[in-house]
């Protein structure tokens, strides 16, 4: 269990003989900060000279926020709630996207499937034309894959 509690309740907690240990748990925030040097990108790169020029890539995941700033959209709430719309069906918008790094793409399974869901009708996936991301993970996996990067102040990074 995770429990929130000052100095006193911490040891008292520790104290009591049904509790085999308290540890501290360190607040993360995710990010990709580090990921060039985690998995030896850049030194494949320079020691292959294959930087991935003219390579197109497929990400079969939960979708894209194509919207997103890592693939050259404008990176606003605004985009991403206009690329959304209603229910995350519609068209996706013209000009909400960097056409080179956003290809196109198809929603295989709709905004509302979720195969650990208990609803039946999250269980039944609702295709749709729109590859808006609603749950992040296609995002994070595009842009580290294939994404531009983003400066600290959320703009789209266009250094090489």
Do not use: C, M
């Amino acid at each position: 269990a995770l429990v929130l509690g000052d100095a006193d309740q911490l040891r008292t907690l520790a104290d009591d003989p049904n509790v085999r240990s308290v540890r501290l748990v360190a607040e993360r925030t995710l990010d990709n900060a580090a990921q060039v040097e985690f998995t030896k990108a850049l030194a494949t790169w320079q020691s292959t000279g294959v930087l991935g020029t003219d390579i197109t890539v497929g990400v079969i995941d939960t979708g894209i926020d194509y919207t997103h700033a890592a693939f050259g959209g404008p990176g606003t709430v605004e985009a991403y709630e206009a690329a959304y719309g209603e229910d995350g069906t519609g068209p996706v918008p013209a000009g909400s996207f960097d056409p080179d790094k956003f290809l196109g793409g198809y929603d295989f399974a709709g905004t509302n499937y979720n195969a650990d869901g208990t609803d039946p009708a999250q269980l039944v996936p609702v295709p749709d034309e729109n590859p808006i991301d609603v749950h992040g993970h296609g995002t994070h996996v595009a842009g580290a894959a294939a994404g531009y990067g983003v400066t600290p102040d959320g703009t789209t990074f266009d250094g090489d």
